[in-house]
């Protein structure tokens, strides 16, 4: 590799790792999980990741799955099909 070609290695692999550490952390951990190798690669891959993390933020809201009231179904307010679970909370 010539001098000229491991600059830009290098640069590349720098400008990367910055497009990277801006994202969210989400998304950042969808991209890294493809293993970009160019920036434009990653690019590519976050649109699509952000994309799919905003439709299932949308259908699966963290709020309505999780109650922490005594006796409380949370099954009830689930979207999934999920068995009936009971949530019962125990004195230390």
Known sequence: MT???????IFEELALSF???GLTIELEKSVRVHHP???QDAISIARLQDEV???ITKKFSLG???SLNPGTNIS????LSLPKIE???LPL
């Open 64 to 66: 309505k799955l999780v």
């Open 3 to 9: 001098h000229c070609c491991l600059g830009f290695a």
């Open 87 to 89: 949530i019962i909370l």
């Open 76 to 79: 009830d307010s689930c979207p």
């Open 19 to 21: 497009f990277l550490s």
């Open 53 to 55: 993390l905003q439709v």
């Open 37 to 39: 190798t160019s920036v």
